[in-house]
């Protein structure tokens, strides 16, 4: 990029700087303008097209700043992509028609294997619409006039969005003043599931307008939308609402499944696994006992001479108060010192939790249950 | 001190008396027989535990009580038996050890106390070539500390015992036949050359006269698997020296062979200080060795083993009386329950948990 500036002019060298980011067919553009300008050759007619492009590319500045990918180029991308992807089914021996964005990441991450830490630096394959951010089409047309009503507010999709909630609040109240004229009106408000779900936040719905909101404006936003909650409502407006939720996955409900304990030799037991960082630890918990764990084979005062191991050991117990009164047989293998004690720690909360099931909720919020996963 | 009488038996007269019954409670040395008696061979923590409390306290418990049977009904025509403790690491049986020797010492036998073998056969400096024998190597400073400490424990008996042969040190000192023991232990001390000697000496000369009757001696070593096995110890070529080319080591083993009578022999298995064992040995199989066990072969093992839930117990009771364990938990059934599982009646463990509780 830098070598033309060196024998043009600084005006050109100024253009194609701004012309950085911008895609190949304006890059394309720009350099054969550069290239007829060099080829002109006296100084005075260098300076008068300089001038004349100058002019003539006065718009197209302000325009290539906010845009900086054209509709046309995004169109070859994702053109570019599908074919991509196609290609690469082929390569991978699966057929093209049922190729997800899964198989790609898998096939390329075998393809490409890549040993960085920063997962976002290795290579991907995504749609174009995932890796360029949303940029909004030019608003206005060639005589200037823009396209939107509410472009002069200076951020048209929101308050049209506004503007589309509010008449649905509307139709909805007109809708009710009619039912009850007529007497069909009934009191019952069904309130719909609302626990799973939480209101976009602010960030997300900057996104998904594509421009920048305040606080206010996010707030304001997000009590229409309750306030057409509160009403009674049909269908389409309840389609409407839930464009702007998103669910929570409640971690804590999804991850426990625990067997139900079986009986071998008339003893009660239960059996689960644990892992942390490499090591995997699997626990038998019996019943009745005296407080007795052995860990291999071996008893686990040997087996953990460090008393914060021990400790790790006894924490699911003395939580539930139940310290003599199970007897552990467990195996473990893999990681440190400290790993195997984690993992046996897990192993045993999840056995124990067959015994326990009431008190089970507490103990996860507590987090003896989840497995931790933690970086580096 | 009602409460005391609960945990403790103050029974220096009574200690004969030790009975079945008595398991579980801790008695009382007191100071001046602690310095006596011990002047080497209590565990360093205990000493810090004596220190700390102003008081000496052990507690009877089983492998104890057995021995001091056995040592009770010895029969002193009969070649002397050996007792091996053995256990896993912290489950008392240096401390047994102690219970024992301080019963003999009461019971005015001779002691012949070694606290660790294992400070023989490592970390020595100052090896010389032994003056006796010229294949032997002499560990001057270990032999005249320990040569100290046998003077301070058996005091009374360095007068009365005369040694059978003359003894020539050196050109110009010798040690004639008749007179007392305590003067081949002076010799020792004062000439630091000829320590090994001297030990060599005093052993060969109380093995031969404990036959005799007038006294019974009580051989104790503790951590004797370090008589057979390696040592970390290498000559100025590098080349490593075996357990049989130290004069010590070599007369202790004589020592240890019940080859006379008159008394007894208790030996203490310890893995903590021994060399190149592995670390979960305690067996005497594994520890000893195939030579020291054919050596020691007819022996009496006594296990020591972790604490019962009574002397868990009382263990407890104890640390509260004497106002250690500070914690607010620690009186309650939870507490209770919890460092039994932590320390899982490891005495050892147990004693180490409560150390910042």
Known sequence: MAAPCVFCGKAVSYRLFLGARVSLAREQGLWKAAAAEVQTGTASQILRLRHTTVVSTKKNIAALRRETYTLDFIKKQIEEFNIGKRHLANMMGEDPETFTQEDIDRAIAYLFPSGLFEKRARPIMKHPEQIFPKQRAIQWGEDGRPFHFLFYTGKPSYYSLMHEAYGKILDVEKHQNQLRAQGLFSEKTKTKDLIGSRWLIKEELEEILVEKLSDQDYAHFIRLLERLLTLQRGGAEEEFVQRFRRSITIQSKKQLIEPVRYDEQGMAFSRSEGRRKSAEAEAVVYAHGSGRVSVNGTHYLRYFPVTQDREQLMFPFHFLDRLGKHDVACTVSGGGRAAQAGAIRLAVARALCTFVTEEEVEWMRQGSLGQEFRQG | ?357
């Open chain 2, 1 to 357: 001190t009602m409460l005391k009488g609960m945990t403790r038996l103050i029974s220096r007269v009574h200690k004969a008396k030790h009975g079945e019954q008595h398991e579980g409670q801790h008695y009382n040395i007191p100071l001046q027989d602690l310095k006596a008696v011990f002047p080497h061979g209590l565990p360093p923590r205990f000493v810090m535990q004596v220190k700390t409390f102003n008081e000496a306290c052990l507690m009877v418990r089983k492998p104890a009580l057995e021995l001091l049977h056995y040592l009770k009904n010895t029969n002193f025509a009969h070649p002397a038996v050996r007792y091996v403790l053995y256990g896993e690491k912290g489950t008392g049986k240096t401390l047994s050890l102690c219970h024992i020797i301080h019963f003999c010492a009461k019971q005015d036998w001779l002691i012949l106390h070694i606290p660790d073998a294992h400070l023989w056969v490592k970390n020595c400096r100052n090896l010389l070539q032994s003056t006796y024998n010229k294949q032997r190597l002499d560990q001057p400073l270990e032999a005249s500390i320990w040569l100290k400490n046998f003077k301070t424990a058996n005091e009374r008996f360095l007068s009365q015992i005369k040694v059978q042969e003359k003894y020539v040190w050196n050109k110009r000192e010798s040690t004639e036949k008749g007179s007392p023991l305590g003067e081949v232990v002076e010799q020792g001390i004062t000439r630091v050359r000829n320590a090994t000697d001297a030990v060599g000496i005093v052993l060969k000369e109380l093995k031969r006269q404990s036959s005799s009757g007038i006294f019974h001696l009580l051989v104790a070593v503790d951590g004797v698997n370090a008589l057979w096995g390696r040592t970390t110890l290498k000559r100025e070529d590098k080349s490593p020296i075996a357990p049989e080319e130290l004069a010590l080591i070599y007369n202790l083993r004589k020592m240890v062979k019940n080859d006379w009578h008159g008394g007894a022999i208790v030996l203490t298995l310890s893995q903590t200080g021994s060399v190149f064992k592995p670390r979960k040995a305690f067996l005497p199989q594994e520890l000893l060795g195939k030579e020291g066990f054919d050596t020691l072969d007819p022996f009496i093992p006594i296990l020591v083993s972790n604490y019962n839930p009574k002397e868990f117990e009382s263990c407890i009771q104890y640390y509260l009386e004497n106002s250690w364990l500070q914690h607010e938990k620690a009186h309650t059934e939870d507490g209770k329950k919890e460092l039994l599982f932590l320390s899982n009646t490891n005495p050892g463990q147990l004693e180490r948990l409560c150390a910042y509780l």
